[in-house]
């Protein structure tokens, strides 16, 4: 056996940002969102490179196959809207359709919207504190409702994978728009 020893652990979770030398972080701007937004006339007003969100992704085993290990993520997103759609993820169903996955609301205010494979479409509010569980065969995107950054985090199977193609030939069968104020799926 060798001497037991204490260590600092190589990853720091500090209010909303997740640090580490194997920390990697992917950028997604408004053109990465193209034709995700409704109103097409605004989307095409705005500059392309406007940053949506950024993720800072922790995922110690690539998706080789092997199962039981966990990726862990943070997610911010910036406050604003296409017409009257809030920024938001580009959303996704795990390639695996039998992986689960927490979210969970580190700052700011939004809504978590979720999809079943039969495109019924729920949200859940997303404040510093909620806990949100998302089973297996749902999609899932987040929109920030506020005007600050909205900041959660994530945890999944390292195996899930992420199929993008379903949303982004079908969409979600409900937006979150501002109507009158307030937040509304329709
Ligand atoms: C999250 C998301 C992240 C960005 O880590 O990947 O919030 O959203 P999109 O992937 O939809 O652009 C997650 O759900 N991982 O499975
Ligand atoms: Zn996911």
Known sequence: METPKIIVPPLLFVRDLLLGDEVTKSNRNLSDLKDLFQDVKSYETMDP????????????????????????????????????????TKGHFHAQDNRAEYYWGIEGEGVLILMDRKRNVWGEKMFSGSLHYIPGGVAHRVANTGNKVLSFAACWPSDAGHDYEEIAEKGFSARLMEVDGIPQLI
């Open 49 to 88: 490179e406007t940053l949506l969100y950024e993720v800072y992704s922790y995922t110690p085993v690539q998706n080789d196959g092997k199962t039981g290990a966990l990726n862990f993520g943070i997610t911010h997103i910036y406050p604003g809207k296409v017409g009257q759609e809030y920024f938001m």
